[in-house]
């Protein structure tokens, strides 16, 4: 057997089947102890948001406007999954002022140690295969480990801001947390966002770009009653406390969108891809939900993999139409569902408490 027909074996063989064991292992650590995940990145946050106060006191660092937290490859040499917590100013990447903490994501670190032994005890079977194979395969691999970091600081942004420490600090208007490579592509995670709202905002979105431009900004406190914003990607934007009453959202990319506090009755989400959505206590009466999508990667067992939940926590469903959608394992803790519209089918799939499964309107 050839060099390249042994790797191509060993991957198919060996590798998809170790890591998707470890990915069922970290996907379950995942979504059980969120909590207990998130404690070891409060501290590196605090100890960055000290040296960021320092350095503005001696006047070396401006007002900080990102706050990344950068995968360091290297740490995987010596079998350790570290980020490195950078602070800059405006100028982003050309901002020359280093400030930084670090944080050791040691659950991730077990599983890429794992990882390599089993598939160093696997490769002796392959003689043309070496250690320096694997660590190739190791760095290729851990793009589906860094996932889970990137949802974990989501999740600290959607439900536990109040653990972030203070931000005692000189900020720009917008400040923005991304996770990413070091040096390299990021994506935002958590938005603090300050800045005036203006009509400009409208005005850009009335263009109706079909391109990726409306992704990860922020939409709040606007009013787009009766919008039509029929097939755009939304993907991780914020239109927390907007009016959305009566707008077309119909086949839209929503993919982690925030809609928290939103005026959408009657709002028209049909088709539309909400893997990750936040609707929490927004009012959604009358909205239509018909072949949304809720799903994301399945593993083995059928359960979705990194993604955090579509949450209706405290909002206002009454009357909404939900025929044919997948909405994975969406929350709807404490959600007026009065005379929503389900099939039977669905009332297994959801929680649903005995109160909402008595109002609900059930269809055959």
Known sequence: MKREEALQHFMDECVAVHVRR??????????????????????????????????????KLEAVAFIHFSLLRTSLLEGKCTYLLEAYGEAWYYDWVECTAQYEAAWLSEAMIDLQRALEKERKLYFVIQAADIRAIIQKMMILFHLYIIQLVR???????????????????????????????????GIINERQQDESLLSWLEKKEVDKSYTFESFSHLPLQQKDFKQLDFSYAYFDGSDLTNATLQKCVCIGTSFVDCQLMNADFSYTALQGADFRNANLTGANF????????????????????????????????????????AIFTDANLKGAIFFKRDQARYQFSPEQIRVIHWLE
Do not use: W
Not at 35 to 44: C, K, R
Not at 156 to 174: H, I, N, Q, T
Not at 294 to 317: H, P, T, Y
């Open 290 to 329: 018909t072949h949304a999508q809720g799903n994301m990667l399945k593993l083995a067992d059928g359960e979705v993999a990194c993604s955090l939940a579509i949450d209706f926590s405290n909002a206002n469903l009454e009357n909404a139409k939900f025929e044919f959608a997948q909405l994975g394992d």
């Open 22 to 59: 470890l990915q069922e292992k970290v996907d379950q650590q995942f979504r059980d102890n969120k909590e207990m995940l998130l404690q070891p990145i409060i501290a590196p946050l605090e100890q960055l948001f000290s040296n960021i106060k320092q350095q503005q006191a001696q006047q």
């Open 155 to 189: 999740y600290l942004f959607r439900y536990k801001r109040e653990s972030v420490p203070e931000l005692d600090f000189k900020r720009a208007a917008c400040l923005r947390f991304r996770v990413g490579e070091y040096k390299g592509f990021s994506e935002d995670v």
